[in-house]
């Protein structure tokens, strides 16, 4: 399972985000019924878990799991790299 989904279970306590076939890497969260709140913390999470920082910028472009999975991923990657 991917951190981001771990995140997403942890966060509204709902098993359903841990499984892909249910719930596809496609799905709008804001529009999943998850609250802002949520969302704030999910970024919040995502930063101090992968290391990455996120932008009220970055924030606005990240709206679905394959987004925030793909945010993570190359920003891992160029941190790794010694970029960014």
């Known amino acids: 399972m991917s951190t981001v989904r771990e995140l997403l279970v942890e966060l509204t306590g709902t098993e359903e985000f841990a499984d892909a076939a249910r719930i596809g890497d496609d799905l709008d969260l804001a529009a999943s019924g998850i609250d802002s709140g949520d ?17 009220a910028d970055d924030m606005e472009k990240l709206q679905t799991i394959a987004d925030y999975e793909r945010f993570v991923a190359e920003r891992s990657a160029a941190g790794a790299g010694g970029g960014a």
């Open 39 to 55: 969302l704030v913390r999910l970024v919040l999470l995502v930063e101090q878990r992968a290391g990455v920082e996120i932008t």
